[in-house]
Each structure stands twice: as C-alpha cells, then as structure tokens.
C-alpha cells in the first residue's frame, strides 16, 4: 500500500538555524498539508498546498516559515532562523481530493529538536 | 475561537466497548473525523461523518449530531492493540476544506 515517507526521522539543530524538512506524498494524491505536534500536546494545522501554491495556513504559519515543491515527487518544509519553540514533531499528509470527506495520509513524521 | 473537547484519557477492560466523546465550537462545520495515534506514531485515519448518524467500519463506529456539535468514537471488543491516543478533528466549513482542527486527543487506556 502506497504511503507517505518523511527524511530525516530526526533532526536536531542549533537555535537561529534553517531546517528543510523533506516529504514524499502518495504519488497520485494532489493535496498536500504540513502539521505540527508538540510533545504530549495536540496536532496543529500550519499549511496546506494545492496545484503548486498555498492553499490556507495558519497563524503558526509566519515569515519564518516556507514550503515548496521542488519536483514531481517532493514536498519541503523550510523553517528559517529555528526558535526552541519550534522544537515538536512534524508531519506531512497527503490527500487526493481534498473534499470534505477526503482521508489525509500522514507519513511518520520528523522530530525536530532545536537546542 | 475554534475549539473541539474530548476527555484527556479513559480506561477501559479488554473486550469491553468504550465511547469517547467530542463536543465542537467552530466557524463552521464540515465534517468530523477520527484519528488514532499511538506513541511515537503518526496519525491514521479512523473514521468519517459529514452527515448526522452512525458509521460503522468493523469494530469501529462513529456518530454525529450536528444540531448537538458533538460526535463520538465507538470501539467494541477492545484489544490491546487499541491502547493510543484518538483525535476528533473537524473540517471548520466548506470554504476552508482543506485544514483540520484537532482536539488535544483521549488517551486510551486498556487493561487485561
């Protein structure tokens, strides 16, 4: 069964560092959606991206963040100058359709721990 | 504000049924979903009502009533592998049907 894959599984970095986080969608899937997960706390919406651009995003969503298609295949997450509250678990998702009714797809995730 | 309330844990005997419960103050309302997470684990889907009613996906089902902003998630015959945490999760309204809102999650406890 296709699914979602997400590089690296873990990433640690220095506070005020850039971080790409890399994801791989279901190949025949269109929408794709970045979420973020604080340890123990709930799973927060930050974008979600349709036919090449965003299609809504958050408040979480700021300046400091970016994502991007590169390809036909990839989908990234660019957080600019890292904070130590941007330390969480970080899924990308992935859905066909995108309707009200549409099953989102999440990879694994990756944690990001920012020192 | 947009807020969903599930309870924070619940614990239940093996083979027993346990509902969790989820009550929803949004914008709008679109759809309730489902989630299981076990630790360490990411999200996979359960279940979905857009309609008021029951759906029923083998030992899983889950209810809405849209009047009510609440729904649950029914799970009969537990086994130890159901032992995670579940999400509601709603689409806030048709113009904005791409996000999901979550609930903080109900951890699930289960005991042999």
């Known amino acids: 069964e296709p699914e979602v894959t997400q590089t690296p599984s873990h990433q640690v970095t220095q506070m005020g560092q850039e971080v790409i986080l890399r994801c791989v969608p279901i190949?025949?899937?269109?929408?794709f959606y970045w979420y973020r997960q604080i340890l123990g706390q709930k799973v927060e919406f930050l974008v979600s991206f349709y036919n090449n651009e965003i299609s809504e995003k958050s408040e979480i969503f700021d300046d400091q963040f970016s994502v991007e298609r590169p390809d036909g295949s990839n989908f990234t997450l660019k957080i600019r100058s890292t904070k130590l509250e941007d330390s969480a678990m970080y899924f990308c998702a992935s859905g066909r359709w995108g309707g009200g009714g549409d099953t989102q797809y999440f990879g694994p995730g990756t944690r990001l721990t920012v020192l | 504000g947009q807020s969903l309330e599930q309870p924070s844990e619940v614990t239940a005997v093996e083979g027993a049924i346990v509902q969790i419960n989820c009550t929803y103050q949004t914008s709008g309302f679109y759809g309730l979903s489902w989630y299981q997470q076990h630790d360490g684990g990411a999200p996979t889907f359960l279940s979905y009502n857009g309609l008021d009613g029951l759906e029923e996906t083998g030992r899983f089902s889950s209810f809405l009533s849209r009047s009510d902003s609440y729904g649950y998630l029914l799970l009969q015959e537990l086994q130890m592998k159901d032992s995670a945490s579940y999400f509601c999760a709603v689409r806030p309204n048709m113009d904005s049907n791409y996000q999901l809102i979550w609930g903080a999650g109900t951890k699930l406890i289960i005991k042999p």
């Open positions: 190949s025949n899937h269109l929408y």
